[in-house]
């Protein structure tokens, strides 16, 4: 059906395609109900990723344990995605799909380097995540092509800390800027690793890694770490609407990653 | 496009266009008028209604999504004709309303939150409808009417099922 019409859309939870459509951006000429396959809802470990189907829903993953102890970014943003109302009803492949430049999940995608499979006329394909997101609403996915499933790169290292602060209107509406934080520390409270990554802010969600090596082989530096994201964020082209511009993004962007990174190091250090 | 519907607990058929919302059909087929049609595309959460007891909102959803699900709208809150539930009663002691637009589906949202946790801090009751939009009251008396109502129903020492209305 999806191969036959080329304005067909798959619909999941409807939270972001029917807001769309409501508001006549999206007019598709059918709508493919994907919530209820049984296939495409779960949560396990295979290998060393967790692999979330697509159409879970949000309020699912909000909870697992399975997420928690080993995709602690992705638990740790999930009481920002939208409301509870529309958590109940949202799926992670939904918000991946579409591809929302502040979508929190997407972001998380982009820091961990994330790996989507989508179905495409009976053949699966794979894509990092880096290069599934080519603008606001604008994604790598065939129009034939319904998103599976989401793997999320699990972290070995005993002591991993995740961050996360954004900037919004109103608790859980859409963020103006949005940063998260992952790394690991050695026995001695250094970093051994590290990924940050900054949305809402840009097209599409961006990995900060000439900030992130500044960190590997040290300890927390608020200075330090403020001073690489100025200058990482120096050149690059904001966001601007209404509510926020494009300097004031870019200012707040570097508080956003810096107070993030500290609660990255704040939580690896609590066991 | 025939569906049938389980709302409050009766069995609606209904014949509805592949695009009508839920809200809509609530509305207009059935005269369910108390789910309120506010924003329509999912911001101010007038619209709330329970979907096997979890609060959703209903003009993001259409109404052949319904489908198997058991639908919950405030008139299905009422324990019986003229009465009101223990949410509703607090509502009304505490004056957790004004013109009363955005209250349905605030008692909906506050039902979903306390059918799943019967002792919410305040923090929990802030997050359950910081979804709702109400710009009458300052919402502190609708945080305190959601407080008495889970004060009441703790002391009423029974477990409440999720999609049980009374």
């Not at chain 1, 395609?17 to 709508?31: E, G, Q, S």
């Not at chain 1, 995740?162 to 250094?190: K, M, P």
Request: aromatic share 4%; glycine share 8%.
């Amino acid at each position: 059906m999806l191969a036959a019409d080329d304005g067909a859309r798959v619909i999941a939870g409807g939270q972001t395609l029917v807001p769309l459509m409501a508001m006549r951006l999206a007019r598709p000429t059918r709508l493919i109900d994907i919530a209820r396959i049984p296939g495409l809802s779960f949560v396990r470990e295979q290998g060393a990723s967790v692999v979330v189907g697509a159409a879970t829903k949000q309020h699912v993953i909000e909870t697992d344990p399975l997420i928690h102890a080993k995709v602690p970014l992705l638990a740790k943003v999930m009481p920002f995605v939208g409301h509870s109302a529309t958590r109940a009803r949202g799926t992670v492949g939904g918000s991946i799909a579409n591809g929302d430049a502040a979508a929190e999940i997407v972001l998380v995608a982009v820091t961990l380097e994330a790996t989507l499979t989508w179905r495409e006329n009976g053949a699966d394909q794979e894509m990092p995540a880096a290069e599934f997101f080519l603008g606001p609403m604008v994604t790598s996915l065939p129009l034939a092509a319904c998103l599976k499933s989401v793997s999320f790169p699990v972290w070995q290292e005993p002591r991993v800390g995740v961050g996360f602060h954004e900037v919004n209107a109103r608790q859980s509406d859409f963020a103006f800027v949005s940063a998260a934080a992952q790394l690991a520390l050695d026995a001695e409270g250094l970093c051994t690793s590290a990924t940050i990554g900054l949305g809402a802010a840009t097209a599409v969600p961006m990995r900060l890694d000439a900030v992130a090596d500044t960190l590997v082989g040290k300890g927390f530096d608020e200075a330090k770490v403020r001073e690489a994201t100025k200058a990482a964020l120096a050149d690059v082209e904001m966001l601007a609407d209404l509510h926020a511009s494009a300097d004031y993004r870019r200012r707040v962007a570097v508080t956003m990653v810096v107070r993030a990174v500290a609660d990255a190091y704040e939580s690896a250090r609590r066991p | 496009m025939k569906v049938e519907l389980d709302i409050n607990k009766e069995k609606h058929e209904v014949d509805v266009e592949p695009r009508m919302s839920l809200l809509d059909c609530l509305r207009d087929k059935l005269q369910l008028n108390g789910a309120h049609t506010g924003c329509e595309h999912g911001v101010c959460g007038a619209c709330t209604v329970l979907v096997d007891g979890t609060a959703v909102r209903s003009c993001l959803m259409f109404a052949v999504q319904a489908d198997g699900y058991a639908i919950t709208t405030i008139e299905g809150l009422s324990p019986g004709p003229g009465e009101l539930s223990i949410l509703q009663d607090a509502f009304c002691e505490t004056h957790g309303m004004q013109c009363g637009y955005c209250t349905p589906a605030m008692i909906l949202a506050a039902q979903s939150l306390l059918s799943k946790n019967a002792s919410p801090t305040r923090d929990e009751i802030v997050d359950a409808i910081s979804g709702n939009i109400c710009r009458c009251t300052g919402y502190a008396q609708i945080v305190e009417a959601i407080a008495l109502a889970a004060e009441r129903m703790r002391g009423q020492n029974q477990p409440q099922d999720a999609s049980v209305t009374r």
